[in-house]
């Protein structure tokens, strides 16, 4: 597969003015010019191919909406090579633009005074869509997210959940090679969520849109992306199968036993016993490698078991033990 | 291009929008016109002519200056170019295969071409109704008064373009319009007619691109400038216009490369 997206040791350092507290500190800001860098995206690699779907996770801060930023060509790399669709987003801005669609979910491209289905039509014309294919992706996108009931009301007269539906129809409406979406559920209720998620994995199965996503409800990841990049304080830290985190993350799956009669103390090589009720002791699988045959092997006599079951840690879980321990090792920023 | 007139269309659309305020805006209009026009009155004060200007010719001026200034506002190009790098929305806009200061532009005169037909015309005929109008000079001063008026919309939309993107490096585009507007207000002839200058301010500012938004374009209906005169005199215009929009794509060559997007 073509690899579509390309970043090589990618960077970009913001310069913020310096400013001094307090009124004394006011005026003497308005007459100094120092500056003070901040790191927003330190040295990322990694290549996308077509037909992916990438969830970009990390927490607030840690450089997400920064690198969609400079994929879509809004802004300019410090430092490294970043290519989308072999082109160099922000020299080549507007050809870039053509062929991707971006939805950002704190913003809107709507126009706001017009209809929905006004605000696509100025659409069609920037993107030169030809009628017949615009028609066609309206139709077949608007009846997929229920768009018709609000097409005709002004932007600013819809909810959140129906603007942000009508946000993705739209750019998706040219046929983008790549979708780009930075927070597309952010204030949507469960039953918008689960639309928008269906829709999205629907988009990149069918239509082999390719989809980067960034954001902070790991839901979104799970349904819609097999491959996470992980991102935190502007660097990168995991980048590979969503279902292998947990393992790279080095978290513990959790295991249970329950029992007809008390065995009395129970240590296992396998699994490290956390909790003893007498009936049930709960363990943690610290490594990978081990399952339940290895499990059932060392108890040997398994007649007085009733019950057992292995949890498999959530993505969020995951997620939250990691920054703990991040957190716990390095010294406040 | 075709793409830039559907965002003047839809801008003299979304003006509809909002009915109230059409009315509201059409009663200040009127106001400020007939304020304008009883300065003068007031000035003139029975005397029938002041530097060679008759009132009748005075009145005309004020009436015809209010007509490209009346319409587009320059205030709203600085302040739009302004409040998009301020909650970052520049950011959507260059997202799109489009370019931003051409849309800030076209919805602007999309906008201006609105007001013009509900708001200038309107008010222009009822004061004139009131306190009388000259006809232009003559065919030809009526017809390059039309030419003149369309460079005038040109110069000031890339004069406002030009201060507002100056905001890419101040972050804010308030102190922008208040600069734009003494400018404006001094240089145009807007507030007062170059013929009352002192002698060598009025060459000055003449030659300046101001003087294309107001001051020509009442000067060649009311006849104060030949045919050679009223001909070179459009030409140099063109050619601030040029010069403006050279100025225009350079500065945004500039500004886009520095983008800030605030608001994450």
Known sequence: MAQIIEARAVSKRFRQHRRFPGFLGALKTLVTAEYTEIEAVTDVSFAIAQGEAVGYLGPNGAGKSTMIKMMTGILVPSAGDLTVLGRVPHRERQANAREIGVVFGQRSQLWWDLPVRDSFELHREIYGIPRPRFDENLKSLSSLLDLEPFLERAVRQLSLGQRMRAEIVMALLHDPKILFLDEPTIGLDVVAKDAVRKFLSRVNRERGTTIILTTHDLQDIEEICPRLIMVDHSRLIFDGETAKLRTALGSARRLMLEFAADPGPLELKSARLTSDDGLRKHYLLERDDISLVHVLDEIGDTTALKDISIEEPNIEEVIRTFYQRRNAELPPR | ?264
């Open chain 2, 1 to 264: 291009m075709s793409v830039y007139f559907a965002f003047a269309r839809s801008a003299f659309l979304t003006q509809l929008a909002y009915r109230h305020e059409v009315w509201a805006n059409m009663i200040g209009k009127l106001v400020q016109v007939f304020a304008r026009v009883a300065i003068w009155v007031a000035i003139y004060g029975g005397t029938a002519s002041i530097a060679g200007v008759s009132l009748e010719q005075m009145v005309t001026y004020a009436l015809l200056g209010g007509a490209v200034t009346g319409a587009i506002r320059y205030e709203s190009i600085i302040s739009g170019i302004g409040q998009a790098l301020r909650t970052g929305d520049v950011a959507v806009w260059l997202l799109k295969p489009a370019s931003f200061p051409l849309y800030v532009l076209a919805t602007e005169l999309g906008r201006a071409a609105f007001r013009f037909v509900i708001l200038v015309v309107p008010t222009v005929a009822v004061v004139a109704a009131v306190y009388g109008m000259l006809p232009p000079a003559s065919p030809f001063h009526g017809v390059m008064f039309v030419a003149y008026g369309l460079l005038a919309y040109t110069i000031i939309a890339l004069l406002s373009a030009l201060f507002g993107l100056v905001a890419f490096w101040l972050l804010t585009s308030f102190s922008l319009e208040w600069m734009m507007q003494a400018i404006l207000n001094l240089l145009s002839g807007q507030l007062i007619p170059f013929w009352f200058f002192p002698a060598p301010v009025a060459v000055i500012a003449a030659h300046l691109p101001f003087a294309w938004i107001v001051y020509y374009p009442s000067a060649v209906w009311l006849g104060r400038l030949d045919v050679t005169a009223t001909l070179s005199y459009f030409g140099l215009g063109l050619g601030w216009a040029a010069l403006l929009a050279v100025g225009v794509v350079l500065l945004w060559r500039q500004a886009s490369t520095r983008i800030v997007v605030q608001g994450g």
